[in-house]
């Protein structure tokens, strides 16, 4: 098999889309007819889930099937530090951050052939502000200037280098908003700028697509700037992920996202198969109560800490996590590896350490229980747990045993993602367990203020963010995420875990396959080798 690992500053990064039910199977079983029909210009992608809907204005989550319909404007360099044109024919910042310009290509059109000019961009963007669940994003767009046909101007009411994310992902897909007669009607078969149309959707079965003729690009990491080879994708929904990878073994499909970890080795052991391996764009965190309970000890936070060995909990889920001590992945925007290597030294694995800090906080095991207690209280509470993390779900015993070696009871409660989310906004939680994964470190302002609605008021920490999120020189904004994240560790609320590593698989025939390093997966070069 041919192995190609896809590497950042240091590692590799992303994370698609998340864990689904197996009600799609049907019509899903193995008929080894994809590399044959990629020979005749159909592609056949497996995904693990259907998508809630593709006009992605109207959708909460995408997945790769969105990035078939919809070329963003901008994209990142592999190592995060620039930004260059996707869809936009140019891009430029002023200096303060306050101004984004963007020139779009002369001529350019939708895929029904309408102008896709900047008043055309204007209008999806009017609707994208008034429907979209993600607006927010734009909330410090002061206004947008028009001044000619092919020229838009964001004007910033604060300096907003993070702008530049929602810029350069599809949830802020340009859309034809005069091709809308009926958002249901639109929701199914949406008319964008992407490099492929949709001619059929069978629902819970697969979608089908057609070339866009119409598409250019000016993304720098593919040389093909017009239309693909493909004269078809098909995306077919494939829930359970060992049926993916025998899809993919046995030429039912010709590529495959979320490989399961489970399968690397057998995939490893498979000449037909590549495999491209890259990291998310965010850490797994363990948050903490500082507010009331034990977890207001800061003693315990600090035994906490140093108790988590998480070289063990990457040997245990088979090497495919990073661990991580700093709040920023190698995988995100602003990532210092001085600052990770620093934390790594100040919160290193020390379980002695975690012990006396227990104990000068008069915490001691005084019945012989292997507990530490005091006051006649045993240091126990529950760690909410994700079920639909797979990662998180098996590092948590992992972590309980490790707690326990110095005498602490972690009682492991596996709840839903949402549900964590939900008792943790409401301070109805000890510990709990997360991931937020996102391109730019801005995220972060999302989690750890007030505004985040979970039980933040730190000051200081609020201050950090906010200077960070509004540095617009990209060195200075990386030492304000580095102090934001010396504050974080110093009061002891989060532990960063690891990144999760994922991988997208695809048959050897499959060349000019091209995964960046944020994951997103580019076929515009894609054919089939004779």
Known sequence: MKHRVVTTRRQFFAALAAAGGAAALAGCSGSGSGSSQAAEGTLTIGIQDEPEGLDIQQITWE??????????????SDD????????????????????????????????????????????SLDRYLEISPYSSDYADVASVEVPDNRTLVFHMSV?????????????????????ITDDAEFNR??????????ENWEQGSQITFVKNENY??????????GAFAFDKIVIRFIPDEFTRVSEVESGGVDLIFDV??????????NEDVQLFDYEQAGVSY??????????????????????????????????????TYGYISSAQACYSAEEEEKLAGELAFDPDRARKALADAGWSDSDGDGIVEKDGEPLSFEMLIPSDRASLKNAAPVIQQQLKNVGIDAQIVEQEAAYIKASMEANDFTMGSRNFVWLDPDILYSVFTPSSGYPWEDAEITEALTVARQTANNEERIAAYANFQDLLATRFKAISLFADKYAIAAKNIITGVHVTNDGRLFLADAGVSE
């Open 260 to 269: 399961p970890t489970s399968s690397y080795a057998e995939l490893e052991g």
């Open 286 to 323: 363990l948050y903490m109560q500082t507010e009331s309970g034990p977890l207001a000890d800061i003693a315990v936070r600090q035994a906490i800490t140093y108790a988590i060995d998480r070289d063990e909990i990457q040997s245990t889920l088979d090497g495919l996590v990073t661990p």
């Open 189 to 198: 078969a949406p008319v964008a700028n992407g490099p492929y149309v949709v």
């Open 63 to 76: 997945n790769y099937v969105h990035w078939l319909i919809y070329e963003p404007l901008l994209n990142y």
């Open 80 to 123: 995060l530090s620039q930004v260059s044109p996707a869809f936009a024919e140019s891009f430029e910042a002023s200096e303060d951050g306050l101004t984004y310009t963007i020139v779009l290509p002369e001529d350019a059109k939708f895929s029904n052939g309408d102008a896709l000019d900047a008043n055309a961009y204007k209008a």
């Open 159 to 179: 300096p907003a280098p993070y702008f530049i994310t929602p810029l350069s992902n599809t949830y802020s897909g340009i859309v034809d908003v005069a091709a």
């Open 216 to 225: 250019k690009t000016q993304n720098e990491f593919v040389e093909n700037k």
